[in-house]
């Protein structure tokens, strides 16, 4: 049997930093939020969303042939920069941190929370939307939020995450992994997150 939420949270309260942890209980609440709004199991989401950032600072230049020796694809742009891979870190660790065995869906939202992916699942989109809106982040104003939030559908809500993001990246000159532009594609062309 996986340990709870409580226990969960107090065991990522001692794997990272304040801020992070703080940001990562703003990320359990939205996706709580999110979770009830859109018929998932808000507790089911909540323990993803306190746990997706627990390895945000375990990364290194080894991390990626880690990833590959644990059965994880890994992207050119997370070979380029491994610390992108703090969600597949999660993804490989979840049971072990947990005392238990985790549902398949829990382990793809939260290795693919960074870039995002087409399989990244219901849980996945819940997860990325409150990763990007939590109320700790900066980036955006309650109107961005909004904005984003006033969507009827979760696909929509990535989209427009996608295209604020997309925004700032081409003023950074910052370009986008590919896994991110085919999930924009895929929905875009009418694809649904499932
Ligand atoms: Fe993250
Ligand atoms: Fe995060």
Redesign the pocket.
Known sequence: MRIGYTELEAKVKGMIKETRFR?SLG?AAVSRTLASRFALDPDDAAYIGIY??AYRYSCSAATPGYCREHGIDVFPEEDKDPMLLHGALAAIHFPEDAGGSIPESFRIAVRHHTLGHRDMGRYGAVLYIA?YVEPGRKHLDDDDRKRILSANRLEDMVITIMDMQQEYFSREGIQSAGVSLELYRYIKDGGELA
Do not use: A, T
């Open positions: 940001h990320v997706h950032d990763d």
